[in-house]
């Protein structure tokens, strides 16, 4: 089994920034995959960024150039961060991880409220 763990969200500015953290525990490896998801009210869990075992990163369009997912396999952390926030960042953000063995994993949220 394997916990997830978000911290770092809270209220912010437009323009300012955030760093989120999702700290794991458990049955993890170093190349399991991680990825970032949102979710707004009213609508459907978006897919933010990606972070593969090899450490390939992705992200989506709107956050490609202001956000950036990172890992230290270490702390058996990753991490995002969140640059030029704009009020539609606002969303509860979840950390995601794929282990090798293939099983998913989700983290509890943490929220994000960008004010304009």
């Known amino acids: 089994q394997v916990q997830l763990v978000e911290s770092g969200g809270g209220l912010v500015q437009a323009g300012g920034s955030l760093r989120l953290s999702c700290a794991a525990s458990?049955?993890?490896?170093?190349?399991?995959?991680m990825a970032w998801y949102r979710q707004a009210p009213g609508k459907q869990r978006e897919l933010v960024a990606t972070?593969?075992?090899?450490?390939?990163?992705g992200y989506a369009d709107f956050a490609e150039g202001r956000f950036a997912i990172s890992r230290d396999n270490a702390k058996n952390t990753v991490y995002l961060q969140m640059n030029s926030l704009k009020p539609e960042d606002t969303a509860v953000y979840y950390c995601?991880?794929?282990?090798?063995?293939?099983?998913?994993?989700w983290g509890q949220g943490t929220q994000v409220t960008v004010s304009s």
């Open positions: 972070l593969s075992g090899s450490g390939i990163t």
């Open positions: 995601n991880r794929q282990s090798i063995l293939g099983d998913v994993y």
């Open positions: 458990g049955r993890i490896f170093n190349r399991d995959a």
